[in-house]
């Protein structure tokens, strides 16, 4: 749109503003495209989720639901014993499980990525030989579909016959052969070691973009002053890179509240690594609960969209306070 | 050269003339386990001779629980890709009204079948799918071990926790370290409510809902029951049985590190292939009972064919249904899957019983199958059987004990129930 607005020559208002005019309709048309296609791909599905999330639709049958108001996210009756029942998402025990599982490992996940990440890239930005290749090597878990990467987690953390258990032992770090993906003890930890392994190199990737941007004679002053290296990288280089990291973080973030295939594949049924997507998937489909699913998906979005907003707020004020 | 090449092209136009006449290609979707993908090329090949049409296989990731997923949402959008579909003897209820009426189609096949398997898969007067194949699980032991260490086929589940204690314990000391008593079906998924259905009605539990439809779970047997089995995980059984399925389970037994294992019909052939560790050193058994119960139970599982009400090539899906159901193919596929026949006449056959003498004698299983309460829960038997296995996951993975967790099972269940299923 900033071409759109910048007419050089000076003409006169009647002229200038048919002229605007004509620029505005011609920018609608190239826009006209792409407003469909969003509208198709992404609003229509998401109107529609919302739709039914207040209907008692059931997957056998998408278009025989019938309103039901308010009832899939809470209602609530009072026996003739006097005792109050609550039903729906919000009173489902199994729903807020999934959201305490989908936060922490949201918070845990994004952590360890984001400083594995700086260290990653910190090492990739030093100069050494064989650079491009060690930073090529890097990004090969990035660069495997997660369900493949998935499946190949899935056994070599098999309890009997995993490379990882294997491996332990032969180091003599644990005594007998610990069960990963059955213990609900380990399920998340198995969990979060898998996305850290696949994701580590996304951050990197941004992290290391934006150190090659670093000019190199803050550094030079930096060391000619001789401030120690530690508070170089806290004074001088985390400030610089932080936009990018930003960037990074919640984009990750995003990624982890949403998170579905690695569960899926390594402890589907698990209720101490089911999440906000694998409970709405289930009872979209298995329980053929259409209707609650999309209760569940909508609530999903919200918090999403919430972070979003979030996010955008405390963007703007960083760039307020940067003075740009 | 012109001649020849002219000759060809011919030969090559009547040929695609003759096949676009009438063959059809039709997709077939299947959960693979083991190496079904080898024994259907064999199993379809006859038909695709005799029809010139052609049969696709479609594989699929072997939990049920997947399949049905991924199903259901192929048929809710009305799918026209896939034409025939493998289903499981329990979800003829809720698939229903996405499958064709194969009781014309089939005829006096019908008759030849188990009663009771044809009554499972009709739903409100509509045979909506054919009986491929029966399953019944068994209790596999190592007959070399049990030799060796002087102990008799356990009998009792107490009994079998015993043996296997005994056994691991002796062979660990003489340097096995790898080898477990008992594998079986631990992971939260469809499996786990066989097993557990097989602990709780061979103590004398009941079928978790009855055929009436009421809620039985929550009794004193079924806790005896599982408390038992919450004992096996870390000892006589690895902590990663709560994570197996089929597959891990066999992958343990077939290298040679379990004395028991449960699993379905189809382990015993591959147990005895040449790649086998095992082969030739074990033997099957009905399950053991347990309490003060006198009869063991297995879950009746087994396949059926159904053929997509959307498919575009419905006549040849049909015609492949029928022939997967006849004497012919099931007799086939005995032969080289040791899957149980569901026609009757097949278990005095005298070829299975020479090339798979386990087939008649699994007569016996069969006859104690118990089914899961599919029938009596209607469209909410996949809900019941999440809330059973997670109960029972729970109780295995030491959250709680099973006292209580069947009491929040029966509460969820009432809940889920309301006025009738």
């Keep these: 749109m900033a071409t759109v607005a910048a007419p050089a020559q000076p003409i006169s208002p009647k002229g200038r503003s048919e002229l605007k005019a004509q620029r505005v309709r011609a920018a609608m048309w190239f826009l006209l495209p792409m407003v469909t296609a969003l509208f198709l791909v992404a609003a229509w599905p998401l109107l529609r989720t919302i739709y039914f999330s207040f209907t008692d639709t059931t997957l056998n049958d998408l278009g025989g639901g019938e309103w039901i108001g308010l009832q899939n996210y809470l209602s609530w009756r009072t026996l003739s014993s006097g005792r109050t029942i609550f039903r729906g998402v919000l009173a489902d025990p199994n729903w807020w499980n999934a959201v305490w599982n989908t936060v922490y490992f949201a918070v845990v996940s994004v952590s360890l990525e984001t400083v594995f990440g700086v260290i990653v890239a910190l090492v990739l930005n030093a100069e050494f030989r064989g650079r491009g290749l060690v930073r090529a090597a890097v990004l090969i878990p990035w660069a495997i579909p997660t369900i493949v990467s998935a499946k190949m987690w899935g056994w070599m953390l098999n309890d009997q ?76 280089t985390l400030p610089l890179i932080r936009p990018a990291l930003l960037v990074a973080v919640i984009f990750r973030t995003l990624d982890a509240l949403r998170m579905f295939d690695l569960v899926y594949v390594l402890t589907p049924n698990s209720s101490a690594t089911k999440t906000m997507s694998v409970i709405a998937r289930e009872n979209l489909i298995d329980f053929n609960k259409f209707g609650y699913g999309s209760a569940q998906s909508t609530l999903l979005f919200l918090l999403i969209a919430g972070f979003v907003l979030l996010y955008i707020r405390l963007g703007r004020l960083n760039l307020g306070g940067r003075g740009l | 050269m012109h001649g020849k090449f002219l000759t060809a092209g011919v030969a090559a136009c009547a040929l695609l003339a003759v096949a676009g006449a009438r063959a059809a290609e039709v997709n077939y979707a299947a959960g693979i386990t083991g190496n079904a993908v080898q024994v259907f090329e064999e199993l379809v090949a006859p038909w695709e001779e005799a029809t010139g049409h052609d049969a696709r296989l479609v594989p699929m990731p072997a939990s049920t629980t997947d399949q049905f997923g991924q199903y259901r949402l192929w048929l809710a959008a009305q799918n026209k890709d896939i034409d025939l579909y493998q289903t499981d003897v329990i979800w003829a209820p809720q698939l229903a009204e996405h499958f064709v009426d194969l009781k014309e189609a089939a005829g006096d ?25 029966t399953d019944a699980p068994a ?58 259905l097989e602990w709780i009605k061979s103590f004398g539990g009941g079928q978790i809902v009855e055929p009436d439809g009421t809620i039985s779970v929550n009794n ?34 077939q290298t040679g590190n379990a004395v028991f294992m449960r699993n379905w019909p ?5 147990g005895n292939g040449d790649d086998s560790a095992v082969k030739g050193k074990f033997d099957v058994t009905v399950l053991p009972r347990g309490g003060d119960s006198d009869t063991s139970a297995a879950t009746l599982g087994g396949w059926n064919v159904a053929v997509s009400r959307y498919s575009d090539e419905q006549e040849a899906a049909i015609s492949l249904a029928v022939y997967l159901a006849s004497p012919e193919a099931q007799k086939r596929r005995a032969l080289i899957a040791s899957n149980l026949p569901t026609i009757i006449d097949l278990y005095d056959d005298p070829e299975i019983a020479k090339e798979q003498p386990i087939i008649p004698r699994w007569k016996d299983v069969f006859l104690q199958a118990v089914p899961r309460p599919s029938a009596p829960t209607k469209t909410a038997y996949n809900e019941v059987s999440s809330l059973f296995w997670s109960a029972v996951h729970d109780t295995l993975s030491g959250n709680g004990t099973a006292a209580e967790n069947l009491e929040i099972l029966e509460a969820d269940l009432e809940a889920l129930k309301g006025d009738g299923w």
């Design chain 1, 161 to 236: 016959f995993g490379i990882i258990n294997d491996l332990l032992l032969k180091l003599g770090l644990i005594s007998e052969k610990i069960a990963w993906t059955a213990s609900p003890d380990t399920a998340m930890l198995a969990i979060i070691i898998v996305d850290v392994w696949k994701t580590t190199p996304f951050v990197a990737l941004l992290v290391l973009a934006a150190l090659q941007m670093v000019p190199r004679e803050i550094y030079e002053a930096a060391r000619l002053d001789g401030v120690n290296p530690v508070k170089v990288f806290f004074r001088v």
């Design chain 2, 109 to 133: 096949l019908v008759e030849k079948h188990f009663p009771s398997i044809i009554e499972s898969q009709t739903v409100d007067g509509r045979l909506v799918a054919l009986p491929l194949f």
């Design chain 2, 139 to 196: 209790l596999y032991y190592r007959k070399d071990l049990l030799e060796k260490h002087g102990a008799a086929v356990p009998t009792t589940w107490e009994e079998l926790t015993e043996t296997a204690r005994k056994i691991q314990d002796a062979e660990r000391a003489e340097g096995n370290g790898d080898i477990w008593g008992f594998v079986w079906q631990g992971n939260a998924y469809e499996g786990l409510t066989c097993n557990a």
């Design chain 2, 220 to 253: 004193e047997a079924a806790i005896a029951a599982l408390d038992l089995a919450a004992s096996w995980p870390g000892t006589i059984s690895p902590q990663g049985v709560l994570a197996y399925k089929e597959e891990e389970a066999r992958g343990v037994w």
């Design chain 2, 266 to 270: 189809y382990a015993y052939g591959l």
